[in-house]
């Protein structure tokens, strides 16, 4: 079956940090790649996204993702973390080309952000 | 511009009742829909998908079951609560007839079943 898996569940750093959360899929074909956060309280917001071209994509608040097809990867990067990034960080994948509709995601990872 | 409506915000149910969680959509046409459960350390379990009315996948065989009667209503149901219902629910949609879209949530049903 399809899965995602992150492999980081609870991360802290100090600010200024650096910062890279790996994320791993399980499936052959065609996929589209995101991350998503949630800061405590809100919603689910995308940071980025990827579908084709540039393997390396830029997202909000200075984060980016490298997207490699051979190990099934799609890491987060941020060069120096904020206090304010301190929220849960969500990996999905789309499966399959074309409106197949499969979207799922990985268990998420915490990340806390020491002043 | 789109906006997702789910509720009720909150549930507390007896176990060996009966569950119905509903989630619209407003400003698109033809949606993709999600239902997911998030737990801490788990992430988001897809629970049911549907690219259209009457078309429901499930990925995870269990008490609970999903309809989609109009267009851009989605449903999550269940006949009798088990205490393993417990959780928090996200509805979603995305945008139909392409996978070149991201999923937009709503603000999520925390159910305690008692």
């Known amino acids: 079956a399809q899965s995602v898996s992150q492999h980081n569940h609870h991360v802290i750093l100090s600010e200024a940090a650096s910062l890279e959360l790996g994320c791993n899929y399980s499936?052959?074909?065609?996929?589209?790649l995101f991350w998503y956060v949630q800061y405590p309280g809100q919603h689910l917001q995308l940071l980025l996204k990827?579908?084709?071209?540039?393997?390396l994509v830029k997202g909000i608040k200075g984060f980016e993702a490298e997207f490699i097809k051979s190990k099934f990867s799609f890491n987060l990067r941020k060069p120096s973390v904020q206090w304010s990034d301190t929220a849960e960080y969500f990996c999905?994948?789309?499966?399959?080309?074309?409106?197949?509709?499969?979207?799922?995601f990985g268990q998420g990872t915490t990340l806390q952000v020491k002043p | 511009s789109q906006t997702i409506h789910q509720w009720p915000a909150t549930l507390v149910q007896p176990v060996g009742s009966p569950l119905s969680l509903e989630c619209t959509v407003e400003?698109?046409?033809?949606?993709?829909l999600y239902w997911y459960r998030q737990a801490a350390g788990r992430g988001l379990q897809l629970l049911f998908y549907?690219?259209?009315?009457?078309?429901i996948s499930s990925e995870v065989p269990q008490n609970l079951s999903a309809s989609r009667p109009q267009d851009r209503q989605f449903i999550l149901s269940s006949k009798k609560l088990l205490l393993s219902d417990s959780g928090f629910y996200l509805c979603?949609?995305?945008?139909?007839?392409?996978?070149?879209?991201?999923?937009?949530f709503g603000q999520g049903t925390r159910l305690t079943v008692v």
């Open positions: 549907s690219v259209g009315i009457g078309q």
């Open positions: 400003g698109t046409s033809n949606p993709n």
């Open positions: 499936y052959g074909g065609t996929v589209n």
């Open positions: 979603a949609w995305s945008r139909g007839g392409s996978t070149d879209t991201e999923a937009f």
């Open positions: 990827y579908f084709s071209g540039d393997p």
């Open positions: 999905a994948v789309k499966i399959g080309s074309g409106n197949t509709g499969k979207l799922i």
